[in-house]
């Protein structure tokens, strides 16, 4: 450590030490004791305003009816399987997109033309398949191109087969 920065740490330490100095000094020589206040120790609290709209009435222990019968257990539900309502299965809606419906493998032909519908295909494994190697994050909306500085460590949501077919499903290029 050189001279000079060696003096501006002591200078720096000995105005923090001032600092300290100054505060302990604002500060009052004893705190309030609030040790034997009647919240922290139980003791007994003022009564409260007899003319007090807000206050609670107050109920002595010894007025609770402690004479009542306990509820009844309850009883188990008389009904069987076959009497419970059932909901129906859900079906599949017949006008998916067919986007959504392909996803889970890449077309025949390879998105090469041909099937039209078939612009993107899901991620297998963390990468794409062959034939799509642009790499799209739908949580951030962009898509990655071979070669831009994030491409290797992207793990995509959805593969194309190019820019267009990414752009055209509103998704924006990476910036490098």
Known sequence: MSGRRL????????????????????RPATQPDVSRHPTTDGGDRPPPPEDDP???????????????????????DARTAADAPTSPEPTPAPDAPV???????????????????????????????????VKAKLRSGIYHLPGMLAYQ????????????????????????
């Open 153 to 176: 460590r992207t793990v995509p949501d959805r593969c194309y087969p190019t820019a267009d077919a990414a752009a055209a499903d509103g998704l924006r290029p990476a910036k490098r």
């Open 7 to 26: 003096r501006s740490l002591l200078v720096l330490v000995m105005a923090a030490a001032a600092i300290a100095r100054v505060v302990a000094a604002m």
């Open 99 to 133: 986007a959504q419906t392909r996803a889970a493998a890449p077309p025949v032909d390879g998105g090469r033309g041909g099937d039209a519908d078939a612009t993107w295909v899901a991620a297998v494994d963390g990468g794409c398949p062959d034939g799509y190697p």
């Open 54 to 76: 807000y206050q609670a009435p107050v109920v002595e222990p010894s007025a609770l009816v402690a004479d009542e019968e306990p509820l009844a257990p309850l009883e188990a």
